[in-house]
T-cell receptor, first 115, second 113 residues
Framework: SAVISQKPSRDICQRGTSLTIQCQVDSQVTMMFWYRQQPGQSLTLIATANQGSEATYESGFVIDKFPISRPNLTFSTLTVSNMSPEDSSIYLC????????????FGPGTRLTVL | AQSVTQLGSHVSVSEGALVLLRCNYSSSVPPYLFWYVQYPNQGLQLLLKYTTGATLVKGINGFEAEFKTSETSFHLTKPSAHMSDAAEYFCAVSGGSNYKLTFGKGTLLTVNP
């Protein structure tokens, strides 16, 4: 297993601003993932972040809106840019472990409200 | 392609009663299946997983699930519900070389005293 922390735990932001969310893991991991959970909804994968390579984005998500950094094997950031109220969600990072990286452990999430 | 269907967005049981949360999956390759639980204002916690081997999988907090290929199901059960089981439960699938998890829409479990 892995212990994952996220900062901030919650934030209220103004329309048009940007917020960077940090994800810290207590061990070195290859695969990290960023998800969005809109109010009352399930989780949607935003992107996969491998250390040393560009993040891979899912359909409907673009790098200009959600730039991701992965500077080392224990840390990643997700920026939500030029925010609108529709970006109000919980953003979660996870790490993939196991031979196929598909056993994922999740951070506590960042609850974002955009006014 | 993979998909997950969770039947019932809300399940309500009495304390001490059987908990049954339904999950059906679709996968073109042998699936890996997971159940996660999300307590209010928290992240997701892995309850149990099926990868290979025994089809009856036991997890934390007394939960178990059975992988049934013939029914493409992975239903979650617990013999006796406790108040602390009240949470949202998500079923997820991945498969083959695809490490990405596809989540169901979730089932909110309410436990009544």
């Amino acid at each position: 297993s892995a212990v994952i922390s996220q900062k901030p735990s919650r934030d209220i932001c103004q329309r048009g601003t940007s917020l960077t969310i940090q994800c810290q893991v207590d061990s070195q991991v290859t695969m990290m993932f960023w998800y969005r959970q809109q109010p009352g909804q399930s989780l949607t994968l935003i992107a996969t972040a491998n250390q040393g390579s560009e993040a891979t984005y899912e359909s409907g998500f673009v790098i200009d809106k959600f730039p991701i950094s992965r500077p080392n094997l224990t840390f990643s950031t997700l920026t939500v840019s030029n925010m609108s109220p529709e970006d109000s969600s919980i953003y979660l990072c996870s790490v993939g472990v196991g031979t196929r990286y598909n056993e994922q452990f999740f951070g506590p999430g960042t609850r974002l409200t955009v006014l | 392609a993979q998909s997950v269907t969770q039947l019932g967005s809300h399940v309500s049981v009495s304390e001490g009663a059987l908990v049954l949360l339904r999950c059906n999956y679709s996968s073109s390759v042998p699936p890996y299946l997971f159940w996660y639980v999300q307590y209010p204002n928290q992240g997701l916690q892995l309850l149990l997983k099926y990868t290979t081997g025994a089809t009856l999988v036991k997890g934390i907090n007394g939960f178990e699930a059975e992988f049934k290929t013939s029914e493409t199901s992975f239903h979650l059960t617990k013999p006796s519900a406790h108040m602390s089981d009240a949470a949202e439960y998500f079923c997820a699938v991945s498969g083959g070389s695809n490490y990405k998890l596809t989540f169901g829409k979730g089932t909110l479990l309410t436990v009544n005293p």
